[in-house]
């Protein structure tokens, strides 16, 4: 009789023990992860891997009674809307994911917004274009600022403490990114008092700008603002316009690599390029970031990391605060509940209603940064307004 007991007690034991379990909670991540736009792309990945390591490392995600085992499917859009709805369609329907981190591109994160808020799933993306958010928003938030929120900041202190840059060009890609960014750069450059005397876009596969550059270089322009060119392209743009004899400033106020700049422009024709950065390159976060990113993959990590890391755990706070990893409404209930968090980078806030018409919009402080032998120096901050 006791051994039947003591069976019983042990089968009991086991089935307690599965039950005790991690189970899987899935993470889709997409973005271009090849291509001129890869560094961005392989920065969401590195980013919200890490995060991941860090909980599964500690034993899952506590939700309630339950603990989660977090796996990341990562898909390439190559930086277009038709692989990127093609990704959102495959993450939904085959495998069942109710959380999405990334894409980066504005035409890819527009076309798979309305997938994902018709199934509810809570998207944690990035997109500089004005109209990815608006008061119908509901499970889509956008976790990196875009110029809007900080480059009227950087162009003030260029105003300032460079008064001599009076006239400039400004060079964005022919895409729904670009139009948006040039958009919003020229308006602000202009309000600042600047001369725009220029305004080019480029093809993403472009690597030849001389043609560009030689119609920009007729304008006689103080400086060259590189918007969202990616950060590979950015530096042959820097090194042609170099080779033709241009002497003047190089800004970039948008995404940026600065390793991968320096990579192709070479170290001497990036010196004194102003750059925003997300964080700061000497600080210990940004160190110990690099670092663990150095595991994962093998390129320069780009400050996008910081946004996605941040963004990763975020959402697990989130989760956790909600109890549920089903119910999104839920969980995005909690994420509008959090308006501040304490990021790697800083304080992190929500906001955007006044702008976009939902608070679905982060703000985090701002790093103005020159480069300086081949590395980005940070020469000023400006905190989340």
Not at 337 to 342: R, W
């Amino acid at each position: 009789m006791k051994n039947g007991i003591r069976s019983v007690l042990a089968v009991a034991g086991m089935v307690a023990a599965l039950g005790a379990q991690a189970q899987t909670l899935k993470l889709g991540v997409v973005g271009g992860m090849t291509g001129p736009g890869a560094p961005w792309g392989l920065a969401i990945d590195g980013g919200v891997k890490i995060a991941v390591d860090e909980v599964n490392q500690a034993g899952g995600l506590q939700v309630g009674d339950k603990k989660y085992k977090v796996e990341v499917l990562t898909y390439d859009d190559h930086y277009k809307a038709a692989d990127a709805v093609t990704a959102t369609n495959r993450l939904i329907d085959q495998d069942e994911v109710k959380y999405i981190i990334g894409p980066i591109g504005s035409a890819s994160v527009m076309a798979m917004k309305p997938i994902t808020e018709r199934n509810k799933v809570i998207m944690l993306s990035n997109s500089y274009s004005t109209e990815v958010l608006d008061a119908n928003t509901k499970y889509m938030f956008r976790v990196l600022p875009t110029q809007y929120e900080y480059n009227r900041q950087l162009i003030g202190w260029l105003k300032q403490e460079r008064p001599e840059l009076k006239r400039l060009a400004i060079l964005s890609p022919n895409d729904a990114t670009g139009w948006s960014t040039q958009k919003i750069q020229t308006a602000a450059y202009k309000d600042a008092g600047y001369d725009v005397a220029e305004t080019k876009f480029f093809e993403r596969s472009q690597n030849d700008f001389r043609t560009l550059l030689t119609s920009i270089l007729a304008k006689n322009v103080d400086f060259i603002e590189l918007d969202t060119v990616p950060p590979g392209p950015a530096g042959i743009v820097i090194r042609q316009a170099r080779e033709m004899g241009f002497k003047g400033q190089f800004t970039k106020f948008g995404g940026n690599n600065v390793a991968e700049t320096v990579k192709s422009a070479g170290a001497d024709n990036a010196q004194g390029t102003l750059v925003y950065l997300s964080a700061d390159p000497s600080s210990e976060p940004y160190q110990k970031l690099s670092q663990a990113y150095a595991k994962i993959h093998s390129n320069s990590m780009d400050d996008f990391a910081f946004y996605f890391y941040d963004a990763t755990r975020l959402l697990f706070k989130a989760i956790q605060e909600a109890g549920t990893v089903e119910d999104t409404d839920a969980v995005r209930a909690r994420i509008e509940a959090n308006t501040s968090y304490d990021g790697i980078q800083g304080a992190i806030v929500w906001g955007g209603k006044d702008v976009y018409g939902v608070n679905h919009q982060i703000a985090t402080p701002a790093y103005l940064g020159v480069i300086e032998d081949g590395k980005a120096k940070v020469i000023n901050k400006f905190d989340a307004r």
